[in-house]
């Protein structure tokens, strides 16, 4: 099951940022955003190594589809890009605290071990509360919205167009997921 | 400098004044507007964004990024901000009431977060007492209201078709075609059949083809609080109109009081947010806003000439109160169902609703949104990863349901008072509601279940929730607490929709309705408000 960055735009168009998607975070050939809003290298990192946590194993193309979603999330919206690098470099520093290591150099069994150890699966997602909470809303349930509000994600669980993607009338219709790619 | 859209000072010489920018009160503002009057409409709430809905539904998908605070500092609840102390009431019946949950306060009023189903009241709703004894007549017929249905839904731009056979009588095809049906509709068709239960489309106030310069449903499949492409209707559509005819709308503008001289309104006293007060004064009013508003305001108006309230001599103001009661059946089969793709429905039945044992009418809904979405059930989920998937493939794809409306009969025990023990953020007693569910309606609510019972158990279905007469909740239809009626001892509005104790007042919505069936009101409401148009056109 192979992510595509047009999985990505779908996601952002989900999120409500459609109309600046395409222009915005499109702009060089690896369709990485470097303008103002860009995060940090290590950031994207640190999104992508949750990412392939949070995601099922069959998730392919994880990278440039983080790279474009949250690329694009931060384009829209500042206030959003300092929650996410604020939450990347805590959780980065507890990674560092708790098991000695940066995050990106964790194995995905430790990386899954120590959001567990955060409480971060079982925290109420919430921009203003402790740190489990603020990487529940920041990371972990903006991965997973992207992932499964995209039509390569709702396919895996058998649905082409889930709630929050705009993906037409026609598929309601229809008995069973048609082979189109979303 | 103010803009204009902080400039609440009066409108000077207004031909009319409308209170609540909700359909009922857009659609007359837009009528009379258009024909040359000079219109005023004053709303309690904020105008929207068109362009915040998109994040308004990834507020309402995503745990964690609910709007919690409005302008004004309050804490509230959900997209629309209500709640708090401008929002504030109280329940005193047997059955609660989540009076803040079933409307908003704002330019769009209740549509912003409504369903969007549109469908006409059948013949019997308008002569229950006539045909069966029951609750009364309406003073106007289906012939009398039936152009005004056509109208209301051009003006509303319903999808829909001629296939239902138990609908009253129509001239036109509906202005566009009707929603396809559902692949789960093709599933209840098998059992529907042999249970002799036709099956037939919903028409939605939805655009199955651009229209009115809004888009085609494009399918985000959150209709129900929020459609981020405009291709359901608001009321915001009629509020433009307006505007564009000269109107002005001023929001954030709650109408405190009515002042009159004991037989005409004189102004409406509206509060704007620096704190200062002013008079709106016109030589019509109209009021719409809710059911449970409209008779607020009434009793808030009381005078020495009225001293149960504003047109009140009937004692009727806040009387019968009526909202439409949910039943439903739900489980799952062993075939994909393919649900939550749209949030609205395409089939529905009105086989259970005229001449019908027990007597309330029921509507059948077949449900394109049983079970659990994915998307809301992984950000909520303690898990991620392959575990994630595979819960999330357990419990999404085999769920159907069947839903339904049933009728209240009027009761005028059901009503709308003031709780002077408890005053919103303007020091006005806040509305107090009384709701409860009769035995007719009780045993209708049963009747149905065994019905949805019946279906899902055609399709060898595992039954896994109902919800019955214990369980049932209101569908956020507020009718009957202004009713009409040619007995100025018995009703407050006559068959116009004008007061019978107020010559320059008028009362557009269903609070107006006598009984209110078991159709989802909107269309109705639509259709009475252009019919008020035109009689308050021909009065000026």
Not at chain 1, 142 to 166: C, D, K
Not at chain 2, 37 to 49: C, E, M, N, S, T
Not at chain 2, 406 to 421: C, G, K, M, W, Y
Request: hydrophobic share 35%; proline share 7%.
């Amino acid at each position: 099951m192979d992510l595509s960055r047009r999985d990505a735009l779908a996601a952002l168009a989900a999120a409500g940022v459609a109309g600046v998607a395409g222009a915005m975070v499109l702009d060089d050939d690896e369709g990485r955003n470097r303008g103002d809003g860009s995060l940090p290298d290590e950031t994207l990192a640190a999104l992508v190594a949750v990412a392939e946590t949070v995601y099922p194993e069959a998730a392919d193309g994880i990278e440039p589809f983080v790279e474009t979603y949250v690329a694009g999330r931060i384009a829209a919206d500042p206030a959003h890009r300092e929650g996410v690098v604020t939450a990347v470099a805590d959780l980065d520093a507890t990674a560092r605290d708790w098991v000695g290591a940066p995050l990106t150099d964790l194995g995905r069994s430790a990386r899954d071990q120590l959001l567990r150890d955060l409480s971060v699966d079982v925290a109420d997602p919430d921009p203003d509360g402790n740190l489990a909470a603020q990487v529940r809303f920041y990371l972990v349930n903006e991965l997973l919205y992207a992932f499964y509000a995209s039509p390569t994600g709702g396919r895996l669980v058998g649905i082409e167009n889930p709630a929050g993607y705009p993906g037409g009338t026609e598929s309601y219709q229809r008995g069973r997921m048609d082979d189109g790619d979303g | 400098m103010t803009g204009m859209a902080d400039d609440r000072s009066p409108v000077p010489d207004a031909d009319v004044c409308i209170v609540g920018a909700g359909p009922a009160g857009a659609i007359v503002a837009a009528h009379l507007s258009e024909a040359g009057h000079d219109v005023v409409v004053l709303d309690a709430g904020p105008r929207f964004d068109l362009d915040d809905r998109t994040e308004q539904l990834d507020a309402h998908l995503r745990p964690g990024v609910e709007e919690t605070t409005r302008g004004d500092g309050e804490a509230v609840d959900g997209l629309w901000g209500m709640g708090g102390k401008r929002d504030a009431y109280t329940s005193s019946g047997s059955k609660e009431y989540p009076l803040n949950a079933a409307r908003v306060k704002g330019v769009g009023g209740s549509t912003l977060h409504w369903q969007g189903m549109v469908m006409r009241l059948h013949e019997r709703d308008f002569e229950l007492q006539s045909r069966h004894g029951v609750g009364t007549d309406w003073p106007i017929d289906y012939t009398d209201l039936r152009p005004y249905y056509a109208e209301a839904e051009a003006e509303l731009g319903v999808a829909g078709a001629a296939d239902n056979p138990f609908a009253p009588p129509r001239e036109d095809p509906h202005p566009l075609p009707a929603f396809p049906p559902s692949h789960s509709d093709s599933i209840f068709a098998e059992a529907c059949e042999s249970l002799e239960l036709p099956m037939h489309s919903v028409p939605n106030a939805r655009n199955s083809e651009p229209y009115d310069g809004a888009s085609a449903c494009v399918g985000y499949g959150t209709c129900k609080p929020v459609c981020p492409s405009g291709a359901k209707y608001t009321a915001e559509r009629h509020v433009a109109r307006a505007e564009a005819a000269g109107a002005r709308v001023i929001d954030r503008a709650p109408v405190q009081r009515l002042a009159h001289d004991g037989e005409r309104i004189e102004a409406a006293v509206y509060a704007t947010p620096d704190g200062t007060e002013h008079r709106q004064n016109a030589r019509a009013v109209v009021l719409a806003c809710g059911g449970v508003e409209n008779v607020r305001l009434l009793l808030l108006s009381a005078s020495d000439d009225h001293p149960d309230g504003l047109a009140n001599s009937s004692g009727a103001v806040g009387r019968y109160f009526m909202d439409h009661c949910f039943a439903g059946v739900g489980g799952r089969i062993d075939r994909p169902t393919r649900q939550n793709h749209v949030g609205f429905n395409t089939s529905e039945c009105h086989a259970l609703y005229d001449d019908v044992d027990p007597l309330p009418g029921v509507k059948l809904e077949f449900l394109n949104y049983a079970g659990p979405s994915p998307v809301s059930e992984a950000l909520h989920a303690d898990d991620w990863g392959d575990s994630l998937l595979d819960s999330l493939r357990e419990s999404y794809g085999t769920h159907l349901a069947v839903g339904a409306l049933v009728e209240q009969f009027p009761r005028a025990e059901n009503r709308i008072t003031l709780d002077h023990s408890t005053t919103d953020d303007h020091g006005n007693p806040v509305p107090d509601v009384r709701w409860s569910i009769g035995p007719e309606t009780r045993a209708a609510i049963e009747r149905v279940n065994e019905v949805q019972r019946a279906i899902l158990r055609e399709l060898d279905a595992e039954i896994d929730w109902t919800v019955g007469s214990d369980e049932t909740g209101p569908a956020f239809h507020h009718m009957g607490t202004t009713r009409m009626g040619t007995d100025p001892d018995e009703s407050v509005v006559d068959p116009d929709c004008q007061a019978h104790d107020c010559d320059n007042l008028w009362i557009a919505g269903s609070s107006v309705f006598p009984t209110g069936g078991g159709m989802n009101p909107t269309l109705t409401i639509a259709a009475l408000s252009c019919r008020l148009a035109d009689r308050l056109d021909e009065w000026m």
